[in-house]
C-alpha cells in the first residue's frame, strides 16, 4: 500500500503519522498516555524500540486518525528509530524541564529530524514535567532563544497533570491538517447544502408552473 503524504487513506480514513522524539526518561510514553487514554502513571517502564498508539480527533470538522508512534530515546535505538521517520507528517521533540542535559540535546534531535524527515514536517517543541516547578532546571530565557533560533513552536506541559497536553497535540495536528490536507473535506457532508436547497426550490418552482397551466 502507497503511504504518500500527499492525501493518506487507509479505508476511507485520513491518517496521519506523528512521531514523539526525544531523550529517555523525558516523559514521552506518559505523554502519548495521557493524550490517548487521559491517564498518568508514574510506574511507566521505559520505551523498548517503538510503540504507538492511535487517536481521532476531529479538526474544522474533519476527521483525521493520529497514528502517535513513542520512539525509544537511547542511543542504542535511535538507528531503529530512523526507519519510523519515513512518511511522517509530524514531530514532537519532547524534552524535561528538571534535566538540563535533555534540553541541551534538543539541536541534536532537529538535526536528525531534518536528516530524516521529509521537509515539510511539522515540528513542535515540548518542554514536560512543568509541574515540577521548585525542581525545573532550565531556563526561560534560555528556552526562547532556541526556540526563536530554531523556529520553533513551544509548549510546556504536564503529563502528570495534563496541563497543556491536549493543547500541544492539537496544535501541531492542525499544522499537519494545513501543510498536508489542505483541501480535505468532512466525510459524508454535501459539499454546498445552500446549493441543494437551491435546486430544490428551483425544481419545486418549476412542478407548480407545469401544474398551473
Not at 36 to 51: A, E, R
Not at 103 to 111: G, K
Not at 157 to 185: D, L
Not at 205 to 212: F, L, P
Request: overall charge positive; proline content about 1%.
Amino acid at each position: 500500500m502507497s503511504t504518500s503524504t500527499s492525501n493518506i487513506r487507509i479505508k476511507n480514513d485520513l491518517v496521519a503519522k506523528l512521531l514523539i522524539i526525544g531523550d529517555s526518561k523525558v516523559g514521552k510514553s506518559s505523554l502519548l498516555t495521557r493524550f490517548t487514554d487521559n491517564l498518568f502513571s508514574s510506574q511507566t517502564t521505559t520505551t523498548v524500540g517503538i510503540d504507538y498508539k492511535t487517536k481521532r480527533i476531529k479538526i474544522e470538522d474533519t476527521e483525521i486518525k493520529l497514528q502517535i508512534w513513542d520512539t525509544a530515546g537511547q542511543e542504542r535505538y535511535r538507528s531503529i528509530a530512523q526507519n519510523f521517520y519515513k512518511n511522517a507528517m509530524g514531530v514532537l521533540i519532547v524534552f524535561d524541564l528538571t534535566d538540563e542535559h535533555t534540553f541541551n540535546n534538543v539541536r541534536n534531535w532537529v538535526r536528525q529530524t531534518k536528516n530524516n524527515a521529509g521537509e515539510n514536517v511539522c515540528r513542535l517543541l515540548i518542554g514536560n514535567k512543568a509541574d515540577l516547578k521548585e525542581n525545573r532546571a532550565v531556563k526561560t530565557e534560555d528556552i526562547n532563544e532556541l526556540v526563536e533560533d530554531l523556529n520553533l513552536k513551544y509548549f510546556e506541559v504536564s503529563a502528570k497533570s495534563g496541563e497543556n497536553v491536549n493543547e500541544a497535540f492539537m496544535y501541531i495536528s492542525k499544522e499537519i491538517k494545513k501543510t498536508f490536507f489542505p483541501h480535505a473535506k468532512p466525510e459524508g457532508k454535501p459539499e454546498n447544502i445552500q446549493n441543494l436547497k437551491s435546486t430544490k426550490r428551483a425544481k419545486d418552482d418549476s412542478d407548480a408552473s407545469r401544474g398551473c397551466c
